[in-house]
């Protein structure tokens, strides 16, 4: 009987073993699953996850356009020969010697933000007989006319430019069109003769031109770091354009749109332009530095560093063949002058003797 009892209380023990550990199980999943999220959300978060992004309406141009450049009615005024038509705002028709630009009224005063342009370069003219291009502005100055795709030269702030004409010709490895940023102090001015090739910030080629689906350019300004992306090929997809820190821009600046044409001629048409105040989570030092360091001219840290690297970067492939060729040819110069100095001074040597 002993025997018989025992049995029966280690089956029991078992049987309880088994549904203790059955209620367990959900607890353990439970927690695995909640371990197996922490370490994923751990794993995927970065600064776009750190922040907030919220549509400013004020700042933002998009269809209707309603009381777009009338007085009193409208955050948005035109200059030139800009126009709003249904479906966009035509900054240029596609005739000669024509600018035209579309500018914020309110001076925006957020330390970061995101801007998306949707827009538009068509024409009738074939490729490289079509220009200039346009620009999307966050400067100091708002409403002056200029060669600089319509805007003024020497400007204070941020210009990015889709440049659709190339005027220097001999920099064979760029194919236009092509966006470039640069940021002007009041003092710099935009070189026309070389594409803004020694002010710019960096650059990416974009074919924008006639293109039947929709083309954007995205803008962001994040703790004073530069960035540009493309979507021109109709994928939904942001391609890196340039990403450059130490980017200072100071608040209070006004957005803007402007283009032009000169000889050659295309239609530049903004559909929307869409400003996002981004919430970015800071440190007390980065609120303390920020604070005891105020911007109140726009300049890049490092500028000189950028244009030697860019010089480097930007030799043509038929200037580098050249140089390789010419390097060569002066090695091979200089090892037959010195086999002729050394069979001289061998030959002078071995006279001695005699």
């Known amino acids: 009987m002993a025997a ?3 049995s029966k209380l280690s089956r029991s023990k078992s049987q309880l073993n088994v549904m203790s550990r059955w209620n ?9 699953f909640t371990f197996l999220l922490l370490f994923v959300s751990l794993c995927f978060s970065d600064d776009d996850h750190e922040m907030e992004e919220f549509l400013k309406r004020e ?4 269809k209707p356009y309603q009381g777009v450049g009338s007085l009193g009615s409208s955050h948005w005024e035109l200059m030139g020969d800009a126009m709003v038509t249904t479906d966009q705002v035509r900054l240029t028709p596609d005739m000669q010697s024509r600018q035209g630009a579309v500018w914020s009224r309110i001076p925006c005063h957020l330390k970061d933000w995101e801007m998306q342009v949707h827009f538009k370069v068509h024409g009738q003219g074939k490729k490289n007989l079509n220009g200039d291009g346009l620009a999307i502005w966050y400067t100091k100055e708002r409403m002056q006319k200029g060669p600089v795709f319509g805007n003024m030269d020497n400007f ?9 004409y190339p005027n220097e010709e001999k920099y064979i490895e760029r194919i236009f069109p092509f966006v470039i940023a640069m940021v002007g102090n009041g003092t710099i001015s935009y070189d026309h003769e070389r594409d803004g090739r020694p002010t710019e910030l960096g650059g990416c080629n974009a074919m924008v031109r006639n293109q039947k689906h929709d083309t954007f350019l995205f803008i962001r300004y994040i703790r004073r770091r530069l960035t540009v992306m493309i979507d021109i090929d109709g994928q939904h997809e942001w391609r890196d354009c340039l990403d450059i820190p130490g980017v200072r821009l100071p608040l209070g600046y006004y957005f803007g749109a402007s283009a032009i044409t000169g000889d050659l ?6 559909i929307s332009l869409k400003l ?11 609120e303390e530095e920020e604070e005891q360091d105020v911007v109140t001219i726009p300049s890049v840290d490092n500028m000189e560093l950028l244009r ?7 030799m043509s492939g038929l200037a580098i063949f050249f140089t390789v060729l010419f390097s060569m040819l002066g090695c091979i110069f200089l090892i037959v002058i010195g086999m002729v100095v050394y069979s001289h001074w061998n030959e002078s040597r071995r006279k001695r003797f005699y």
């Open 265 to 270: 001629s295309d239609n530049h048409d903004i």
């Open 59 to 62: 700042f933002s141009l998009s």
């Open 276 to 286: 996002y105040q981004l919430t970015v989570l800071r440190s007390k030092k980065e």
């Open 24 to 32: 367990i199980m959900p607890y353990k999943l439970h927690l695995i």
């Open 156 to 164: 204070t702030g941020l210009g990015v430019f889709v440049d659709t």
């Open 308 to 314: 030697l690297s860019q010089n480097e970067e930007g």
């Open 4 to 6: 018989v009892n025992s």
